[in-house]
């Protein structure tokens, strides 16, 4: 089963909050509740926001009463900057906006409904290319894998967080599908848990051996020599190859780093962002404090009531601590400035 | 109040596991609870605990039926071993009941009864000192940090893991108290949230400023230049300056050190233990996985119900990592190796 796929002219997606307590299919009929739905996080993970964000638009063009083609694309623009706006770190989100905004401008004139479907058939086609292109990435990364390798992995990159097999996770799991027995310590990634609930659920499902370790302890099994490998995902990589991913990625790495463990980041080319010289430029999300706040131990809330936080989402891992970035196209090595191109321009 | 004091004959400690719901001073009787109190985390904080143990060998002394000097001393020996086995990290745990062991060491022979009273004078004078000492501790401390400095502060080091006023949090008071204004990032400190719990209730207390962040966040406030020191406690300092602290210290430590910004442990000279070489000598703890399985989101148990977890309870901090180690007798600053050794033995 796919994480987000269209069914009965309805985006249908895993409502994530939830896992692993209930596996719920939710159903969206209008591309504001799919901008909702990624701002919550129902849906979450930089290629499934992408697919999400298409679908919603397609959403958007059937919501539109337009009967001209003009009109139907003055909606699509406005719908497309509702989606955009709903989360601003994952460049997959803006990436198949404008893709699927593109299917529109055709040589010959289209009407309205030709190009709802236009957008429908782009919407579809870049989730079934997710598909693919995961599993050409799992394929390159698989092979940087040991037989008996322990790896550390930060957040949820598997098919959760795709539209189905995973970046960084689809790696283990098709490492494991090749016969190496791999052993995995999950990041239970705070604030919001995404390692603890979403990845141990994906590892139970693929019967992959893990422990859940709380995420200041990876340095601890890095230093001690208990782990071989570094593998995670990304939102956004910049040109030069600095890396844009769930908070707690850079000190994980530096960690890897100072120990010499290699720590690889997992990526379709569609996450990499050509346009930003580095990675200071990756404009990073800032979340509700409830999120930090909020968890309970015991049954008991953990903060005091009157406690203040803050919820910063992500962070930015400078090239320098990165060994590899796993790309459909192959894994691209330093100078990711002139290497990371290569491989986004390479079709 | 102090967190460890004795009163009506019993030991008497807050409960350190139910704040900051709700503030509980339990009472123990019997050397064994408080050997249990210690392992349960009751008490916390290599100061308070080393407190604690004395106390415990006080009440284990008068426990003791024994009407020889012999006799009793046997029995206290058999309480000091249960009490050191409780922790294996905190050396303050066996340097406190050394202490008050070597206080039955006298010139005379001295009745049982004495020596009851020499082992519970001696608990009094190590909880008496341990409040003195850091408020030298602090003093010196206080002098680093500047007014209008942020600084992350990790797991909880106040009045809460000392008898009184605390080490890297008896810092912070101290030079609040002095009319620096301090914004405090309190690391929640995973996966006991120590921070989330005990930290923010103190500085709630005191009326100092701060925002809790989850501990992966540091790096990001450390890389963004939105902190200017960090502080912490320690569990047990090598001859070397390595640290063995709570679990994420190391990551912390190296997330300050790669940008410049100065580190700092904060300790009585009772928790260095000149006997190792190096932090890879210090015993690590590991405790029960449900520490980081249990927690609660949205009230639902986070991780899937038979997911596995490790829980390392502490990790070593490298000295090249750490900018100065205060102590009582002042800030030693590296070599560690030799400046360590002169401040320890100064008295």
Redesign the interface.
């Known amino acids: 089963m796919r994480t987000v796929f269209w069914e009965d002219n309805q985006l249908k997606m895993i409502d994530q909050r939830?896992l692993?307590?209930r596996f719920e299919i939710v159903s969206f009929k209008d591309h504001k509740s799919v901008a909702r739905a990624i701002k919550d996080m129902v849906v979450r993970g930089a290629p499934a926001i992408g697919a999400a964000a298409a679908f919603g638009l397609a959403l958007a063009a059937y919501e539109s009463v337009a009967t001209s083609s003009r009109e139907l694309l003055e909606d699509l623009q406005t719908a497309s900057n509702t989606l955009k706006a709903a989360r601003p770190t994952a460049v997959n989100l803006v990436w198949a906006l404008d893709r699927a905004m593109g299917a529109t401008k055709t040589k010959e004139e289209r009407s309205a409904d030709e190009l709802r479907q236009l957008i429908l058939d782009e919407a579809q086609c870049i989730a079934d290319e997710d598909v693919e292109i995961n599993k050409r990435m799992a394929e390159h990364g698989a092979a940087l894998i040991n037989d008996g390798d322990t790896v550390i992995h930060h957040c949820n990159t598997g098919a959760l967080a795709t539209v189905d097999w995973g970046t960084a996770l689809g790696v283990i799991r098709t490492a494991h599908e090749q016969g190496k027995r791999i052993h995995v310590?999950v990041d239970?990634?705070?604030?919001r848990?995404q390692g603890?609930?979403l990845t141990?659920?994906e590892l139970?499902q693929y019967g992959i051996p893990?422990?859940?370790?709380?995420?200041?302890?990876?340095?601890?099994?890095l230093?001690a020599g208990k782990a071989q490998k570094v593998l995670f995902g990304a939102d956004r990589v910049a040109a030069n190859g600095d890396v844009a991913n769930k908070?707690?990625t850079?000190?994980?790495s530096?960690?890897a780093y100072?120990n010499g463990v290699p720590a690889y980041s997992v990526v379709p080319t569609s996450t990499v962002d050509l346009s930003l010289e580095h990675g200071g430029l990756i404009p990073?999300e800032e979340r509700d404090p409830e999120e930090?706040?909020?968890?309970?131990?015991?049954?008991?809330?953990?903060?005091?009531i009157?406690?203040?936080?803050?919820?910063?989402a992500f962070?930015?891992t400078p090239h320098r601590l990165i060994t590899g970035i796993v790309t459909e196209n192959g894994v691209v090595y330093p100078p990711f400035e002139v290497n990371l191109r290569k491989a986004v321009l390479r079709k």
């Open positions: 939830i692993p307590s310590l239970e990634t705070r604030p848990l603890a609930r141990a659920w139970d893990y422990e859940i370790i709380s995420d200041n302890m990876s340095g601890y099994f230093k908070i707690g850079y000190m994980l530096l960690a100072d990073i930090v706040l909020g968890i309970q131990f015991h049954g008991e809330r953990v903060a005091p009157e406690a203040e936080a803050r919820n910063i962070d930015i």
